[in-house]
């Protein structure tokens, strides 16, 4: 029989804060992820909200399911400093029934903080996309309105049926990247995630360019 992959994540609740980490066969978390209870109420309001901790971010959507309550998807982006001041990073996404994310941080509440451990939903088919960035990851996480942008794109797109992983690098145009899609015969799709209408940061967004 062949043991499913799926990924733990190591819930603790203290105060006003909720902190993750995720541990699988092939990725543990470089640290832990701080959410804050305000964040919280505003994904239950919005039913999406964006945290950002140290350099990493994750972006938070509620999804109705077929069957029972809410499905909470976490999509995390995991930035750590790498070799000549540069950042690298990975990306994963994890999915929970909304109750049981809730009723985790009540138990470690109970418990005084202690990490209480839930197993992700069966992995809906995303690809893993891992930053090998030089230096436009880090000009992105440093700007709070264009890691929104970034992390909205990424919540919506790079999810190609097949995929086993997506490999993201710097491009020529500014805060910009390249990417090429890896799958189990080989190379898939290439191109670019080009940061348009540059001239007003406010109104710039990301596109897909094959």
């Known amino acids: ?8 994540l190591k819930l603790s609740a203290s105060g006003e804060c909720v902190s993750m980490r995720t541990v699988s ?4 978390s470089p640290h832990r992820f701080v959410l804050l209870e305000k964040e919280l109420e505003e994904l239950e309001e919005n039913r999406y909200a964006l945290s950002a901790d140290i350099r990493s971010f ?3 959507r509620l999804q109705r399911a077929v069957v029972g309550g809410d499905v909470l998807v976490v999509r995390l982006v995991w930035l750590s400093d790498a070799a000549e001041g540069k950042l690298s990073g990975t990306e994963e996404t994890l999915r929970f029934p909304w109750d049981d994310f809730q009723e985790g941080i009540a138990e470690s509440r109970s418990l005084d903080g202690e990490a209480v451990r839930l197993l992700a939903m069966k992995d809906g088919g995303r690809p893993k996309v891992e930053f090998r960035s030089r230096g436009h990851l880090k000009d992105v996480a440093g700007m709070p309105g264009l ?6 794109f990424l919540a919506s797109h790079l999810a190609w049926e097949g995929s086993v992983r997506i490999m993201v690098y710097d491009d020529f145009v500014p805060y910009s990247f390249f990417f090429q899609e890896e799958k189990p015969g080989g190379t898939g799709l290439c191109g670019g995630i080009l940061l348009h209408g540059q001239e007003d940061m406010k109104k710039a967004y990301y596109e897909i360019h094959t």
């Open 1 to 8: 029989m062949v043991q499913e992959k799926r990924t733990m």
């Open 25 to 28: 066969r092939g990725f543990r």
């Open 147 to 152: 890691r929104k942008k970034l992390g909205k």
């Open 58 to 60: 994750a972006v938070l």
